[in-house]
């Protein structure tokens, strides 16, 4: 058996649930007609849509035939709920258009039709109430034709010649077919509708059920069930709750089938499925599963979303229709705010485009929604739902803001043991293009873990404007570059330096402040022409010539929705009721008095302490806040704008990929921070140590102290080791032991003391604890001291006896090495000269014969060192 599901959609007071009732009673379904006027429609179940006689929310009826199934969506026809007429688009196979026959294409019926060219649905049009006076269904084609295209054909035409001709011009098959044999088989047919090739069309009374019946039949006809796939699909289209609170996943089978108890897997969680339920009316059975083209609702998931996609479905795209006013929620006495907006987000899931957002900065709710039809329906379901009696102050126009040029961000969050440096690039983008997050950074700048954070938190938040803190769009958002602390970087530091980055590149860039447009199509009598151009001059509008066509003009433009959307009432006044205006939303554009919106908003970036464009600095262990049009003053790496350097002149960061600077531009950044430091011979401290310049044989160093230490930053070097982070990701304890046993080996042919520093200030009640482990000294710091701490204060006090280095990659440590008068070495330095040492000491055991099992062995290979004069 064959099951299609299909869309009934009209324009408001069309008689869309008129005609569904109609197809339901011709069909058996149901044993009288019920009437949206007298409150019984069988699918309009809700008290609020039986008390205004609107369809608010999409309902289905099951219609069942001999060989086929139609699961028929009646839709909303009022345009402030076109977002939950929307989603159903996404399961449909076929679509029923309801046009007046006394109105002809309203606003709507554009909209309507714009997207079901746009979902590729093929559709019937049934034109309704002939029965009245003034109806003319010959017109109402005409203008279907004129507005959309040829290919609409009347089907109840009595002459079957006439109708053949007229079906065979929309189709080359078709022609092919009737030329050949005088007739158009059925199947052919069915593949044109299928393709859109042909629009059937048929007429009548759905009130008094006149030509429904013959409707009926044809459709039963001319449709067919697509192609079923055996892997599991389906589109959600619609959550909402049954009257105990139980939450309902609608959603269409597109492939396989669904039992109860499957598991289905929601971003990588699995949720049970409890229940499934097929839903007629106000009705339901249960069913142990539901098969390709069905559409059920499930119970048991609670993060299923309205446009999800399972199995081999992927997401739907982002809907046509957008808010454009925003009201703020004014609460009654006694309710708390915090349940409020709990309450009110559940709500937000099954309302398909209701936005609701706290307001930190004016701690308020604010509600985004497409009118004020669905502010009063939203008002009664919040009482009814959570008996909460909600008022709206005034709204206003949702306005957004976008760039007009490229740009760098930067964030850098510093307070004591937290590090987070973010480097951002903000790109304009075309209009409608909405936000867009990429990155290219290097992972050897910004490990992949981190890079992926900062891309969660670019987009886990809708990210504010400067000029009135208006949501931000048509921008590309590039990760550039970014820095870790090896032991004080936390997750949230991360968060603090994106949302910073973002609103330092917003405030360098120039703003531009944007406001909805719409698409408008005026229909007026000719002799009201002039004053109706007149308006749209002084609204701004940018429209083309006028189109005559009888005693009717048409205009035709785009306008800011500003200054349209009170239009409608006077147009009624001046034109006697003839006049028509259809809207459709069609994007955002630059506001025409953009001054006097942010004067009249009065935002105050500087002020949005939640969304601060700052960033947070450390000097002496203590954080400071530096001015956004300050940080690059103060910011640990290069511009993103800043050309790249030559091969000859890249700083040693470049070369050893681990320090943050040259050694000239570290004491630059030293004294600007710490103040002048006076050496009596800087050169000589200032000179990069010769572990890291590549030799062919080893060679010993000139001595310039008595004595040497090394001091090594014992977990910084484990994770900047390639072999070491792999141990440590199995046992750290295995790895702190690699790394002594090599600086232990390395130690004997090093003329040099070696200090293993490691961590443990977070240890709790720790005294710490030095150990020598085979003439290596292996110290973990005590509870509140950190490696860091220690390193600097041992460097400090040796320097001025001793030569010093300290091996570590950590940038802000080899800073402040510097204020100590050591030298530095990274952490892959000292892995190479590690690894040179060790193979010029294979190489002499195996020119001159050493035997390795010797008791003697170390003495003997110590003595071959001196006599070569190898040991340093």
Known sequence: MDRITAGIFAHVDAGKTTLSEGLLFCAGMTRSLGRVDAGNAFLDTDEMERKRGITIFSKQAVIECPDMTITLLDTPGHTDFSAETERTFAVLDYAILVISGT?????????????????????????????????????????????????????????????????AVCDEKL???????????????????????????????ALKT????????????????????????????????????????????????????????????GEKVNEIRIYSGEKYKNVSAAECGMVCAVVGPAKTFAGQGLGFECNAEKLTAEPIFNYSVKLPKGIDVSVALSNLRLLQQEETQLDVVWNERFGEIQLKVMGEIQLEVLK????????????????????????????????????????????????????????????????DELDKNWQRLVMTHLMEKSHLGVLTGSPITDIRITLKSGRAHQKHTEGGDFRQATYRAVRNGLR????????????????????????????LDLMGANFGAPETRGDTTKLSGTVAADSIMNYQAELVGYTHGLGKLSCKFSGYGPCKNADAVVD?????????????????FCDHGAGFNVKWDEVKNYMHLESILKPKKTEKTETFAKRSQESIASDEELMKIFEKTYGKIERKNPNHILRTPKANVQKKEYRPKEKTFDNEYLLVDGYNVIFAWDELKEISKENLDAARSKLVERLSSYKIFKECEIIIVFDAYKVKGNPGEVEKVDGVTVVYTKEAQTADAYIEKTAKILSRNYKVTVATSDGLEQLIIFGSGAFRMPAKALLEDITRVEESVREIVFRY????????????????????????
């Open 175 to 205: 022609m092919k077919s009737y030329l050949e044999t005088g007739e158009i088989s059925q199947e052919l047919l069915k593949m044109a509708i299928c393709k859109r090739n042909i629009f059937p069309c048929f007429g009548g009374s």
């Open 849 to 872: 014969n050493i035997k390795s099992e010797d008791p003697n062995f170390l003495r003997n290979l110590r003595e071959k060192l001196d006599e070569l004069g190898l040991v340093d």
């Open 600 to 616: 009249l908003i009065g935002y105050d970036a500087d002020a949005d302490v939640e969304n601060t464009a700052d960033s947070v």
């Open 103 to 167: 109105d002809g294409i309203q606003s709507h019926t554009r909209t309507l039709w714009s997207l079901l060219s746009k979902y590729n649905i093929p559709t019937f049009v049934f034109i309704n109430k002939l029965d009245l006076s003034g109806a003319d269904k010959r017109q109402v084609i005409d203008e279907l034709k004129d507005e959309f295209g040829e290919n609409f054909v009347d089907f109840a035409d009595s002459d079957k010649n006439n109708l053949y001709e007229n079906i």
């Open 380 to 443: 009664a379901l919040i009482l009814k739902r959570f008996d909460m009696d909600v008022s709206f102050e005034q709204g206003r126009i949702i306005y957004k803001e976008t760039i007009k040029n490229r740009v760098e961000g930067v964030g850098h969050y510093e307070p004591l043991r937290h590090y987070a440096e973010v480097h951002l690039l903000l790109e304009p983008l075309e209009r409608g293009a909405g936000i867009e997050f990429a990155t290219d950074c290097s992972e």
């Open 508 to 535: 360098h860039a120039e703003s531009i402040l944007l406001e909805p447009y719409y698409d408008f199509v005026l229909q007026i009598p000719r002799e009201n022409v002039g004053k109706a151009m007149t308006d």
């Open 210 to 269: 006149e030509g429904v019946r013959e409707f009926f039949d044809a459709f039963l006809g001319l449709t067919k069930q697509s192609r079923k796939i055996q892997d599991f699909g389906a589109k959600v289209f619609k959550i909402s709750q049954d009257e105990r609170g139980a939450r309902l996943t609608f959603m269409k089978i597109t492939g396989g089938e669904l039992k109860v108890r499957d598991v289905i897997k929601n971003d990588g969680a």
